[in-house]
C-alpha cells in the first residue's frame, strides 16, 4: 500500500507539471507540438540566437500595427522563464530582424476587439529556412484584412493572427494540431496556450540548424 500510495504521489506530481504555467516542461513528450519544418534527415529548427537578442521588430506605421506588434512581442516574451526571447520596436525598417506590413486594407486604430472569432483577416511569415540565402537579411511577416466583417470583428482578427504570425518568425514553423493553441492554422484564441508556451520553450533549448544572417 505504501509502495501504492508513493507511485500515486509520483503520477499526480508528473501531472502537475505538466499543468504548472510556472514550469518549464521540456521532458514532457506529450505536452507539446512539433516544431522542426521537414522530417530527418531534412529536418531545420529556427530559433534566435542569444547574440541576437533583442530581436528588432519594425511595424508598419499605418493603423494600429505597432501596437499589435508591441502586444505580441510582450506576450511571447512572457512566455520564457529565462529571457531566451526579448523583441523590441525600431523605427527602421532597414536596422529590423522582422518587418511586420499590412497587405491591401489598413483597418482602424480606434476599434475595440470584440470576442468573436470571425475569420476577418489572415497572415504569412516568411519561411526562416530563407535565412539560408544570403540576400535574406529579415523575416517578412504580412497581415491581411478582409471586406464585410465589422471593425470590431477585424480588431480581434488582427490581434490574434498578428501574434500568431510572430509565433513563426519566433520559430515556431509547424501549425499545433490543436483547436484551442494560438499556433493552430486557424487560431480562435488571442493568446499562447500551455501547449504554446512549452513548445516555444523546447524550440529554444534545442540545437539550431539555421540561423539569421549577422547584423551589419
Known amino acids: 500500500m505504501r509502495r501504492l500510495a508513493l507511485l500515486a504521489a509520483c503520477a499526480a506530481a508528473t501531472l502537475a507539471a505538466c499543468s504548472d504555467p510556472a514550469t518549464p516542461d521540456r521532458e514532457c513528450q506529450n505536452c507539446y507540438y512539433s516544431f522542426a519544418d521537414t522530417a530527418p534527415p ?75 472569432t470571425s475569420p476577418a483577416c489572415s497572415g504569412v511569415t516568411t519561411n526562416p529556412e530563407l535565412f539560408s540565402d544570403s540576400s535574406v537579411v529579415a523575416l517578412q511577416v504580412s497581415i491581411d484584412v478582409k471586406a464585410a466583417y465589422s471593425d470590431a470583428a477585424i480588431a480581434a482578427c488582427v490581434r490574434r493572427v498578428t501574434m ?9 514553423v509547424r501549425h499545433s494540431p490543436y483547436t484551442l493553441d494560438l499556433m493552430n492554422a486557424v487560431p480562435v484564441v488571442s493568446w499562447p496556450s500551455g501547449e504554446d508556451r512549452r513548445t516555444v520553450e523546447v524550440l529554444y533549448h534545442t540545437p539550431a540548424t539555421i540561423v539569421p544572417p549577422p547584423r551589419p
Open 42 to 116: 531534412d529536418t531545420f529548427i529556427f530559433h534566435w540566437p542569444a547574440n541576437r537578442l533583442p530581436v528588432r521588430f519594425w511595424a508598419d506605421t499605418r493603423g494600429p500595427m505597432r501596437g499589435l506588434v508591441s502586444y505580441a512581442v510582450a506576450a511571447w516574451e512572457s512566455q520564457f522563464l529565462y529571457g531566451e526571447f526579448r523583441g523590441v520596436l525600431v523605427s527602421d525598417s532597414s536596422h529590423a530582424d522582422v518587418i511586420v506590413t499590412w497587405q491591401g486594407t489598413v483597418p482602424s486604430d480606434t476599434a475595440q476587439p470584440d470576442t468573436s
Open 164 to 172: 500568431h504570425e510572430l509565433g513563426h518568425a519566433l520559430g515556431l
